[in-house]
């Protein structure tokens, strides 16, 4: 599901309240990692996560948003936000 510039500016909106809730190490994208966004995401489906200080944070959080099904929303600077519909009913109606 591709996200079009109403639904990406929505969700932005509505994550930016939130907190990180996965953070990434020097390690990067370990397994363990993974899980965790994979488990937030899964129960919350709008998550922000802080990425490494390094370059190429924006690919870290490609790789990430990929790694679990999910669409990236936005970077800006080290946190990125991740949106991952719910199967059975999602909490959040994107507008069209």
């Known amino acids: 599901m591709a996200l079009n510039a109403k639904q990406r500016q ?4 509505e994550a930016h ?4 809730v996965v953070m990434l190490g020097n390690d990067g994208l370990s397994e363990n990692v993974i899980k965790e966004i994979a488990s937030s995401i899964e129960h919350h489906e ?3 996560i802080k990425l490494n200080a390094g370059d190429g944070r924006k690919e870290q959080a490609a790789q990430a948003a990929q790694a679990v099904g999910a669409e990236l929303v936005n970077v800006v600077g080290r946190i990125a ?4 519909q719910n199967k059975e009913g999602s909490r959040f109606i994107l507008p069209r």
Do not use: G, H, R
């Open 17 to 20: 309240a939130l907190n990180p």
């Open 10 to 13: 929505f969700l932005k909106a």
């Open 46 to 48: 709008l998550i922000k």
């Open 81 to 84: 936000i991740l949106f991952k």
